[in-house]
């Protein structure tokens, strides 16, 4: 199946704004995740179903949402908190691309989560993460349980920064700026490698193509993703909207600069990548003709020889030559002089 | 013919806003489809004429042309809901930039309907639909009966999602939003090659250039159709008219989001495909290295070894190692060495 | 004489605003072609010279030069319309790049007028129309007699579309949308070319690169002409002055989307040639390669025998095999293996 | 020393705005020009020193410098006409970049003077000018004696054109007009040897890519004078100051024209550069291919005929076919049909 | 470690504000150094702590800390003057990218100061210079002792130009002018390697390719410090903020065309470098086919010349040129023409 553009063929056909759910992974039963604080007290908990949930005045109110492939739960949500159906549309597309959304009484952000795999160093993985930032209250969407916020939560715990005293903008902030750390991280990862290739290319080892290809991919799968979060992101700090405080917006701002360094270091890599293949090709024909001009000396130093010799193997009656009493070495010293002579040409025209 | 910029020459010296019908479908009879609706009821029939038309207010009109040779008779529809000629000129000439006007009383748009020919998978049908929406009336014009917008009637017909209750405007949005869906699911077919292409190119196959330079015409036909569309899109969600209706505002945004990731989706591959061209490019270069190595390696080892044996080979009267006791084991002992010399050169060099 | 950007240098040091004639035509005599009209009557006629001219109220009157070294004339038409100096210049300047100033009581438009030769259909013909347009009248200026306004004459005479009713901004209008007709003609049967040579280039028919050398240097001059042009007609599009009237307007929305289409099929046609050379290169690598199997495969099996034969070939006083009974049979044997192994080891690296 | 960027170390460490001389000239004594004009008269002098200078009003007074290196005269000229430092700084800096300051009572211009060296065709030369215009008076420096203005000084002691009746802005105007047909006559020399070379590509003449890479270099050049002259031109053209009359602006955006029009042109030199190198590349990898052809044709079908020959050279005892009556006519058909049937084959591949 | 991109991995997790220094070098003890000025007087002293420092109004203070790694003493500095806590994060962290961000009550602007290292003149030294601008007062941050402002300070003290009378935007100025200055006497260093490698490629010098790729890797990084630092100090010039004087804008404009121009030095070198990597790329391949015609030349013209003489080296019973009177002689006559006219085929190819 395509990676970089993952099947919508699910929904084709289908009226815009229907809950179809398009992604890989289902879940036996969604989690929701309930955390609510104010600066002097938070309380977790999860949720059985919605019923459950009591949104406080006062204080702010996360709802995070595991498994997206039960859409009644994503609808019934999106009934009680008022989303239009082309948000919980997207919410449950997960091939969605990043994108901000400003509905006015709330604001949809869509970015890609990019985390190193747990297991597997040289993996990154991928999940939409949705967000949805009303007054005094955010919903969270993932496809899987697990997730890059668990620092997020401790610091709320602990009541670290402004967190808590903070309202639900900054706490998206908050996740938002997380997620763009990650990226920071994976391309800084990433840039190693190609670095490492960059100076690979001279030596013309035998991988470096191959590796050349799979950075060049691996970074285009990456732009894919931030380039358009850094663009929500920069929606986001310039918006007009009282969902979003004063306070609030430099950290945005902040934020906003760090997405444009990943997206300026992406293209830094894809340039040097494309560069390195130059090179790369420029050393491969290089060394193409280092190979000919041994190959060139050899044939055309002894092709000449061999050739005399051959002519003295001839069986002809009548030979002069052969019969001198020194023609054997007269020979050798002929034959001297013309493979001496020609590695001399060769020595002036630079290629021994 | 010219598959990119097919002929505008039978118009040429025409003066403007005359029809003159440039396409490559005739049909022996125009048919000319009306829906009309409203929340409550649906009526769907096939006109004999334009004369059995009646506009009822309080419901919408679709009134849907297959058929464009006939001239005369999209003249009479013209007319009969006030189109500008320039309008109805780019209406039967199928050869037309997808494009949006607004003339105020209505809006002109035209776009490229792509789908997948049902009987080769492989084939993609190009067909151009022009749509004029006024108020309460939405005119369609087709070359061909066939169109991708069956689960729109059916939606229609069992009164599904908000389309039977909104007006032509979103009536229109439907349509586009089905042929935009259709530019996506194309594109992802062809994507899926991409990606394979992309990882084929190191395995050297023998298709891979026919495969990249396929790929290559046909995402820039593609991108030839859905750029323009792009445009027009956009121009539409931010069309400041009556005709358009709020509410209907989010979907055309949400479809220009549709839109915008169909046309990076094309530049990515168009980008992979550059990318895979220049790393096929280099791993040819490479391979004739290796070919040309071997070469090198047999020649250089075996020239010198054969001209020795020729020179003993001649027939000189006085060769004295000739008549050497151990003359031919000495040489072979001779030519193992200079031979066993050669290739740990050659190793040395890494050549072997 | 450069074609690209034609010599301005008999202009060097004279004063801005001076008419030198720029060009490669001299005509005897030049040639004053006058055409008066109204919705009810059509007057044509040749002027001896410019006292004869008489403008009459509530016609629209259309003079055309052919011939622009001589100066003088062109100055007095000047003159008598009150043109600026710098907009005469540029008329008889006929490197003018495509332009569009609006002098406020009259426009000055300059474009090229690109036609197929009538007596080679390979040779495209530039040539310089510059148009003034003014309150009831349209001067017209060109080098050489012979234009593709012929069609335009004709509606002209049988009152043909809204021509004849229209003011002098329509007339213009018509002249333009002649001109970028001409330019979608021309780019269209290059562009058949263009997909030809795209066709050809895996074959590698031995002219492809010429072919895509002739293309793409025609190209660069086509869109040498017509992107400046299509700025041009699109600043007329906006342009808001008393001298197009509304019911224009549309009009040259229409031109204006053609000349965009015209260029966009130009870049279309450009990078599908930068494609096609580097394709065209991959293929000349791989079938280097191919070329190079066959010869180190057909050496490398050759070589080795040739040398065993040598060797059984000297005249060593005692070489024991060479007094076998079955030596030579024996020799055929260690042969066929050596080269059958050898032809079986190319067949395993896929060289066969 | 570096021709694109030249030192500006000598002014490193000092404070902005004082004046060090960075350039490559220095003369025993610098000369001042004044020329003081009005439409009635016109004097001009060679001043001794700055005391010698008055002011007439109602005249235009032209002060021109020649010799930046005595930079205590640039500087009591600043003090005179109340230049700022930063402008001055700029004014000794000869390696400045062309630009265009609006300092409120007076406009400061930086071009560079480019022309082709009086004895030696092929040589450019480059110099600064700086020009600054206040009400009623011009003053401009260079670093030589020499320049292109010589037919302004003519037209002025003519008084041809409006020069005498217009002020000190149109002067400016005539400088810079003449300054730019001076790039506009080098590009174009240099334009026809660029042309001349994209068609001796394909014969691949033995120094076209010395050509392309000269050209390529004058190239860049003439884009670092010529592309941030074009931003000042047109910022000239589009300013709202009370040192540039009405009457001049049509001068100046017809300048910005021509500009325009140099630019395009290197741009379209370039790509032509760019092309011709690709292609040349190309036709050098076709021609290879040629060579390689030949090569293993001759040796493929010569390699098993001397295998064969070598093999009837050995010495066995027993070898039948020796002996045979026909034996050497036999192998001669043999060796006919081995050879003839592998050009056969060769033929067949379309290597021959 | 990468260069381009340097880890952020430390700060991963932290709440958005926290300082984490994030650098390569760490100090024992960081070192405070005031200097307060008015245009009479001029103190300079090392402080021993913060607490130790009085503004004293009517003055301006510049306070500069060496040593980053105490992170409790820039939260010191921080809450002396109120800065935010962002502004001191990124102060901190050494991997910042240049930027502005006006807090309002004072500017933050973060810097690459470049420059070339005391004892390895080929070396590049980058450090992170931040500064806050406030009313009255400048902050500046720097990692290490030692910097390049030696030479303001010592206009300082000598009182030379405005820059004792002038206000703290002033001296941020002219800090962030002598940075600039070290930029382009980077670029221009780099900038004759560079021109000298262009120079050398149709040489093919043996180290062509590796100097290229060097120069490519060092424009690379030039350019990472140096485009976002043009944006910053563009901005700063554009500032509308009672913090930056009316008198010092002329003087930032001037700095930003400076870096302007730096930038755009780095974009022509760039170009140029990929230019000389394509010229050298085709000068291989034209070598190569020199190298392979001379190949060709000798295998081609003796591969044949030996086949004739193997076939008289062999032992047939039967060869009647054998016993030829002067067979041997005739057989010199045909391989002299055979050769000959190899070599004239080849010359007429021009091969030769």
Redesign the interface.
């Given at each position: 199946?395509?990676?970089?553009?993952?099947?919508?063929?699910a929904?084709?056909?289908?009226?815009?704004?229907?809950l179809v759910f398009i992604g890989e992974h289902r879940m036996d039963r969604p989690v929701l995740r309930l955390i609510s604080y104010d600066a002097a007290t938070m309380e977790e908990s999860e949720l059985a179903g919605l019923d459950a949930l009591t949104i406080e005045p006062g204080r702010v109110t996360w709802l995070n949402l595991y498994g997206l492939d039960d859409t009644a739960l994503t609808s019934a949500i999106g009934a009680r908190f008022g989303i239009?159906s082309?948000a919980l549309e997207?919410v449950v597309n997960t091939t969605q691309?990043p994108?901000l959304?400003d509905?006015g009484d709330y604001i949809f952000v869509v970015v890609k989560m990019l985390r190193v795999a747990d297991d597997d160093p040289d993996t990154i993985l991928s999940e939409q993460l949705s967000l949805i930032v009303g007054p005094g209250w955010l919903l969270t969407f993932q496809e899987r349980i697990g997730d890059v916020f668990?620092?997020v939560r401790?610091?709320m715990r602990k009541a670290?920064?402004?967190?808590r005293s903070a309202g639900a903008d900054y706490l998206a902030?908050?996740l938002l700026?997380?997620v763009v750390?990650?990226y920071?991280?994976i391309?800084?990862r990433l840039?190693?490698g190609v670095?490492d290739v960059?100076e690979a290319?001279?030596d013309e080892a035998d991988d470096v193509?191959?590796r050349?290809?799979d950075y060049?991919?691996e970074m285009?799968y990456l732009r894919?993703a931030i380039r358009p979060a850094r663009e929500a992101i920069g929606q986001l700090a310039k918006l007009d909207s009282d969902l979003v405080a004063d306070p609030t917006l430099?950290?945005l701002?902040?934020l906003y600069?760090l997405a444009?360094?990943a997206g300026?270091?992406i293209d830094?890599?894809r340039?040097?990548l494309t560069?390195a293949?130059?090179?790369?090709?420029?050393?491969?024909?290089?060394?193409?003709?280092e190979?000919?001009?041994?190959?060139?000396v050899?044939?055309?130093v002894?092709?000449?020889?061999?050739?005399i010799?051959?002519?003295?193997?001839?069986?002809?009656?009548?030979?002069p030559?052969?019969?001198?009493?020194?023609?054997?070495y007269i020979?050798w010293a002929v034959m001297i002089t013309v493979g001496g002579g020609l590695l001399l040409y060769f020595r002036r025209k630079g290629?021994l």
């Open positions: 199946m395509a990676r970089f553009f993952r099947s919508k063929a929904s084709l056909g289908r009226p815009p704004g229907a239009h082309l997207d691309r994108t959304v509905f668990g620092p401790e610091r670290q920064g402004r967190i902030y908050a700026d997380t750390d990650n920071i991280t391309v800084e840039g190693e670095e960059d290319v001279l193509l191959e050349i290809n060049k991919r285009n894919k430099p950290f701002r902040d600069g444009v360094q300026e270091a830094t890599y340039e040097m560069d293949l130059n090179t790369y090709r420029t050393a491969v024909g290089t060394r193409l003709n190979v000919m001009k041994v190959l060139t050899f044939a055309a002894f092709i000449p020889l061999t050739f010799a051959g002519v003295y193997g001839m069986n002809f009656d009548y030979v030559e052969l019969h001198l009493r020194y023609g054997y020979l290629w």
